[in-house]
T-cell receptor, first 115, second 115 residues
Framework: KAGVTQTPRYLIKTRGQQVTLSCSPISGHRSVSWYQQTPGQGLQFLFEYFSETQRNKGNFPGRFSGRQFSNSRSEMNVSTLELGDSALYLC??????????????FGPGTRLTVT | AQTVTQSQPEMSVQEAETVTLSCTYDTSESNYYLFWYKQPPSRQMILVIRQEAYKQQNATENRFSVNFQKAAKSFSLKISDSQLGDTAMYFCAFMKDNAGNMLTFGGGTRLMVKP
């Protein structure tokens, strides 16, 4: 069974630009969550999508947005990039949208560098 | 809001010995789940073990076990017979029940297993 895939794996962008990151969950998984990992702030929850609907949202500005498609693939977008957006962005998928399905599988992440 | 605290930024242990990583959390929820995740240098986040708050019995998974003290809001991870492959960042995480897949992570403990 293929794991969670994230593309691209590495990305370099300039301040003010926008970026789109993609996450393909494990086949059959309907919940996709996104996290930002930085040395200063650690791991922070961005948002979760389940059946194409945003279920939860973390405390991030509106520049961060996401969506989920009917095949459960998810994208997140960051507009007007700032230097502080440089981070590892992790995607995780699970079968259902409840904690009882504890098996959250993480992808390898996308390393975004903003210059 | 929930908070998760890992008070040991770094730890080291000799191969084959036992080490315990500490985690405390704060929540007003009565139903929740606690997790330990491992992030090796490859950055791939891997679930190590989970604990349902309603279960009094401590979870075990091979060489990994937890000491869950609900009243004290403590959730420590014990690694027995440490192996070189256990070298990684370890994150303690909290998830509310029936609130979707939104993890709140601690700051992490960097564990080094020495030969």
């Amino acid at each position: 069974k293929a794991g969670v895939t994230q593309t691209p794996r590495y990305l370099i962008k300039t301040r003010g630009q926008q970026v789109t990151l993609s996450c393909s969950p494990i086949s059959g998984h309907r919940s996709v969550s996104w996290y930002q990992q930085t040395p200063g702030q650690g791991l922070q929850f961005l948002f979760e999508y389940f059946s194409e609907t945003q279920r939860n949202k973390g405390n991030f500005p509106g520049r961060f947005s996401g969506r989920q498609f009917s095949n459960s693939r998810s994208e997140m977008n960051v507009s007007t990039l700032e230097l502080g957006d440089s981070a590892l962005y992790l995607c995780a998928s699970s079968r259902t949208g409840t904690a009882s399905s504890y098996e959250q599988y993480f992808g390898p992440g996308t390393r975004l560098t903003v210059t | 809001a929930q908070t998760v605290t890992q008070s040991q930024p770094e730890m080291s242990v000799q191969e084959a010995e036992t080490v315990t990583l500490s985690c405390t959390y704060d929540t007003s929820e009565s139903n929740y789940y606690l997790f330990w995740y491992k992030q090796p240098p490859s950055r791939q986040m891997i679930l190590v073990i989970r604990q349902e708050a309603y279960k009094q019995q401590n979870a075990t998974e091979n060489r990994f076990s937890v000491n869950f003290q609900k009243a004290a809001k403590s959730f420590s991870l014990k690694i027995s017979d440490s192996q070189l492959g256990d070298t990684a960042m370890y994150f303690c995480a909290f998830m509310k029940d029936n609130a979707g897949n939104m993890l709140t992570f601690g700051g992490g403990t960097r564990l080094m297993v020495k030969p």
